[in-house]
């Protein structure tokens, strides 16, 4: 299992690797457990911290490889997309919506 520093990259335990929640009113928000990663970092004592930006660098192949894992688990064989990935897609389709379809 991958490991540093005595540390493990689990999926965070709020959110299930998602990275949001659905909230009650049926809107989404980013998990504050892992701040929108949807994994952290366990210590050996068992408790859990939000992955800094700066190991990002440093875990992205394990975090896609974790993500892979989660979304065969899902059924889904296709690439792994990412929380963050996702949330840029949403904004450029939030975009698109806006500028409203081309005149006829
Ligand atoms: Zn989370």
Do not use: H
Not at 30 to 46: H, K, N
Not at 50 to 75: F, H, K, Q
């Amino acid at each position: 299992m991958f490991s540093m520093d005595g540390e493990t990259l689990v999926r965070c335990p709020s959110c299930d690797g998602y990275g949001w929640l659905d909230e009650e009113d049926g809107s989404t928000a980013d998990c504050g457990w892992c701040a929108g990663a949807g994994y952290v970092f366990r210590s050996e004592q068992g408790t859990d911290r939000v992955i800094p930006e700066s190991d990002y660098g440093r875990v992205a192949g394990e975090l896609e490889a974790l993500e892979r894992e989660r979304l065969r688990e899902m059924g889904y064989s296709g690439d792994a997309k990412k929380p963050w990935e996702q949330a840029i897609r949403l904004d450029r389709n939030d975009g698109l919506a806006q500028r409203g379809a081309p005149d006829a």
